[in-house]
């Protein structure tokens, strides 16, 4: 089945880790993008990539990395100098590299850093 | 991006249509609306989008005012599996194709049995 799959579900790290988040989609879609989300609260976007090799910050991309080396995967490295690491965090993909078209979501990985 | 308003939360009784509101009263012309939602602990799902003309698909339809300043998301017959959180997003694609949504708090709606 085409979708967009992320791994693991929950991850536990100490702090001060770096810990990667996979993400991998089969949808063929061009754009792909991190969000994070905490209790309560909406989505911020963290990093976006609308092709391989390319990639632009988000709303909040202190404390990450990501990179784009293949079309299908998108995966995102929360290093040690984000200070509050700990929440959910969803992949998303999209066909086109512009105008509209709706993002597909993973199912998230929820990140607990103590 | 236009900012938008939703209420926190609404119930809604099952078999029921549900009416979803959204202001987005500083949307421009060249601005969509959109709707996703999103299950507890589950990434979001896309519902549904429109610009001035009303919507209809498999899930839902979306009511846009003639002004374009607010809108109605309507699930015709509501059922448990409905109980998510509806996130009604404005925006609009900036030239370069920069992107990625704006998600606000959303409103929790819950199917009551």
């Known amino acids: 089945d085409g979708g967009i799959t992320q791994s693991p579900k929950y991850l536990f790290r100490k702090e001060g880790q770096n810990v990667t988040l996979s993400c991998e989609q089969n949808?063929?879609?061009?754009?792909m993008y991190w969000y994070r989300q905490d209790p309560g609260q909406g989505l911020r976007l963290i990093y976006y990539?609308?092709?391989?090799?390319?990639?632009q910050k988000g709303d909040i991309a202190e404390g990450y990395s990501v990179s784009r080396e293949k079309k299908e995967s998108f995966p995102l490295t929360v290093t040690s100098a984000q200070k509050n690491p700990t929440a959910f965090y969803l992949c998303?993909?999209?066909?086109?590299?512009?105008?509209?078209?709706?993002?597909?979501f993973g199912p998230g990985t929820r990140l607990t850093v103590t | 991006d236009a900012k938008t308003t939703q209420p926190p939360s609404m119930d809604c009784a099952e078999g029921r249509a549900a009416n979803l509101p959204c202001n987005h009263s500083?949307?421009?012309?060249?601005?969509?609306v959109y709707w996703y939602r999103q299950i507890h602990s589950q990434g979001p799902q896309y519902i549904i989008h429109?610009?001035?003309n009303n919507e209809t698909n498999e899930m839902a339809s979306l009511i846009i005012t003639e002004d374009r300043k607010s809108s109605t998301l309507i699930l015709p017959h509501a059922t448990l599996r409905d109980t998510a959180v509806y996130y009604c997003i404005v925006r609009s694609t900036p030239p370069g194709g920069a992107d990625g949504l704006t998600f606000g708090k959303g409103t929790h709606l819950i199917i009551q049995p």
């Open positions: 429109g610009l001035k």
């Open positions: 949808l063929n879609h061009d754009a």
């Open positions: 998303a993909s999209r066909s086109g590299t512009g105008g509209f078209g709706e993002q597909y």
């Open positions: 990539s609308q092709i391989v090799n390319d990639f």
């Open positions: 500083t949307i421009s012309g060249n601005e969509y």
